[in-house]
């Protein structure tokens, strides 16, 4: 029997009666499902990677000391454009004294007429300063320098990308899906960022097949580099069944899957149902909901917190 009241119970069958002034404080909202077919996805463990033609590193030739320019050395975030100055390095060691290199350099010139010229070159580019430039147009992603560091040659000082060309890397660890995947979905925070499948490697690494996507659009912008992430990619093959967004499922008592079906105005009823993900925000049911059925997609968790 219904108990009426002004505020929601559960009821001994397990269904709720919530009324209508608790429904709109709540903000319950439902759906009327119908069958359809879709693709569904398989989750990959994934890293934001730099676009290698829309990123580069600054790396130093030569060993010495970092200088900056007038304007300074240029920080994390700061938008530079291709070919700007970053910083110099010196060989110098300091104003006073003179480098092992200026003074093999000066060894060499004495015996120009002795040494082959090859030696002699390289020594004159030891001693010169090296002028670091941005490779393209962006943001400094990292930067590992500051005035007076001794750096080695070969050392990485700054990384500049493109934020919006990032792309994202996967690992499928079965082989057999290689020529069956295609784009994908991910989540950061309640944002659903959509993936356009680049290529799947050839070769295995870790004995995974590396998957390579590239982040739509303007999306790219609330990605960050290095994050780590979960791939949704979508097969080739199609299942059937209702398309609920990932939220309407939760959990009932017995910790298996429910949904939550208005079956009257006020009158909620739990429903086992088996699902497919289908995308970093959507599931489909293929079994437990029927057409027509009416079901709870905002508010589920709250209804199924009713005692």
Same mark, same amino acid.
């Given at each position: 029997?219904?108990?009426?009241?002004?505020?929601?119970?559960?009821?001994? *069958?397990?269904?709720?009666?919530?009324?209508?002034?608790?429904?709109?404080?709540?903000?319950?909202?439902?759906?009327?499902?119908?069958? #359809?077919?879709?693709?569904?996805?398989? @989750?990959?463990?994934?890293?934001?990677?730099?676009?290698?033609?829309?990123?580069?590193?600054?790396?130093?030739?030569?060993? $010495?000391?970092?200088?900056?320019?007038?304007?300074?050395?240029? !920080?994390?975030?700061?938008?530079?454009?291709?070919?700007?100055?970053?910083?110099?390095?010196?060989? #110098?060691?300091? &104003?006073?004294? /003179?480098?092992?290199?200026?003074?093999?350099?000066?060894?060499?010139?004495?015996?120009?007429?002795?040494?082959?010229?090859?030696?002699?070159?390289?020594?004159?580019?030891?001693?010169?300063?090296?002028?670091?430039?941005?490779?393209?147009?962006?943001?400094?992603?990292?930067?590992?320098?500051?005035?007076?560091?001794?750096? @080695?040659? /070969?050392?990485?000082?700054?990384?500049?990308?493109? =934020?919006?060309?990032?792309?994202?890397?996967?690992?499928?660890?079965? =082989?057999?899906?290689?020529?069956?995947?295609?784009?994908?979905?991910?989540?950061?925070?309640?944002?659903?960022?959509?993936? !356009?499948?680049? $290529?799947?490697?050839?070769?295995?690494?870790?004995?995974?097949?590396?998957?390579?996507? /590239?982040?739509?659009?303007?999306?790219?912008?609330?990605?960050?580099?290095?994050?780590?992430? !979960?791939?949704?990619?979508?097969? &080739?093959?199609?299942?059937?069944?209702?398309?609920?967004?990932?939220?309407?499922?939760?959990?009932?008592?017995?910790?298996?899957?429910?949904?939550?079906?208005?079956?009257?105005?006020?009158?909620? #009823? =739990?429903?086992?149902? !088996?699902?497919?993900?289908?995308?970093? *925000?959507?599931?489909?049911? &293929?079994? $437990?909901?029927? *057409?027509?059925? /009416?079901?709870?997609?905002? $508010?589920?968790?709250?209804?199924?917190?009713?005692?």
């Amino acid at each position: 029997t219904a108990v009426s009241g002004a505020f929601p119970q559960r009821q001994p *069958d397990g269904s709720v009666v919530m009324p209508k002034a608790a429904q709109r404080q709540l903000r319950i909202q439902t759906l009327v499902v119908k069958k #359809e077919q879709r693709s569904p996805v398989i @989750e990959l463990a994934g890293r934001v990677v730099m676009d290698p033609n829309a990123s580069g590193k600054v790396q130093t030739l030569i060993t $010495g000391r970092v200088r900056a320019d007038e304007k300074g050395l240029p !920080t994390i975030g700061q938008r530079v454009q291709k070919g700007q100055v970053l910083a110099y390095v010196s060989s #110098e060691v300091d &104003t006073e004294g /003179r480098s092992l290199a200026q003074i093999r350099l000066d060894r060499l010139s004495n015996l120009a007429d002795s040494v082959p010229r090859r030696r002699l070159e390289e020594a004159q580019a030891a001693v010169a300063n090296e002028v670091l430039r941005a490779p393209i147009s962006g943001v400094i992603a990292t930067a590992n320098a500051s005035v007076g560091q001794v750096v @080695e040659a /070969r050392d990485i000082l700054f990384e500049v990308i493109d =934020p919006k060309r990032l792309m994202v890397e996967g690992l499928l660890y079965d =082989p057999g899906l290689a020529s069956s995947i295609g784009n994908a979905t991910m989540r950061i925070g309640q944002t659903v960022v959509p993936l !356009t499948l680049v $290529g799947v490697s050839s070769a295995l690494r870790d004995q995974a097949l590396p998957v390579k996507y /590239r982040v739509n659009g303007d999306s790219a912008v609330a990605v960050q580099l290095n994050l780590l992430t !979960t791939i949704f990619a979508s097969l &080739t093959r199609k299942v059937e069944g209702h398309v609920l967004p990932v939220q309407a499922v939760v959990r009932g008592p017995s910790n298996q899957s429910i949904v939550w079906v208005k079956h009257d105005p006020e009158r909620f #009823e =739990p429903r086992l149902v !088996t699902f497919t993900p289908i995308s970093a *925000d959507q599931v489909s049911v &293929t079994s $437990g909901l029927q *057409d027509r059925d /009416r079901v709870v997609i905002i $508010g589920a968790s709250l209804v199924n917190q009713v005692r």
